[in-house]
């Protein structure tokens, strides 16, 4: 049996489970200015912290959506080892994204991941589909929950 399809077998198997925990990252005020100053996005909720204290209910400056989504790629490395005989990796994109709760700056964040799907391509690609959800420590609400499609590519 080739590598890609002990792979599908053992993904299928996994249906409906959780399949990987990360470690936490935190996201301080120094990440979310680096994070601002790449995407042009600077508004002043994420780098003016005097403001956002006085003028927000989050007693604070907080993360970008999109910061707290870039790091899912930081929390699948530390869940998902390469497969036997799989040679990359690719981010597929995402059929669903909510952003549930705002990302306060000192926050700390992982993911959780729950394999939804797995379906075999052609003979080289392994395409799978994980309900990833990025909780804040000490939260009840997640920063926020996807559908998260990774791509498995195979000798």
């Keep these: 049996m080739a590598a890609i399809d002990d792979a599908l077998h053992e993904a299928q198997a996994l249906l409906g489970t959780e399949v990987g925990v990360s470690n936490w990252i935190t996201v301080d005020q120094a990440m979310i200015d680096s994070f601002a100053h790449v995407t042009h996005d600077t508004q002043w909720i994420h780098v003016d912290q005097d403001r956002a204290a006085a003028q927000t209910p989050f007693g604070g ?41 705002p990302v306060r700056a000192g926050s700390r964040l992982r993911g959780r991941f729950v394999l939804t799907e797995a379906n075999k391509r052609n003979a080289r690609e392994l395409l799978r589909e994980n309900t990833l959800t990025i909780e804040i420590e000490g939260q009840d609400t997640p920063a926020l929950v996807a559908q998260w499609l990774g791509l498995a590519v195979f000798e």
């Design 61 to 101: 400056t907080i993360a970008h959506g999109f910061l707290s989504l870039s790091l899912a790629s930081r929390f699948a490395y530390d869940c998902f080892p390469m497969l036997p005989g799989q040679v990359m990796g690719i981010n597929y994109g995402f059929n669903k994204l909510r952003f549930l709760s």
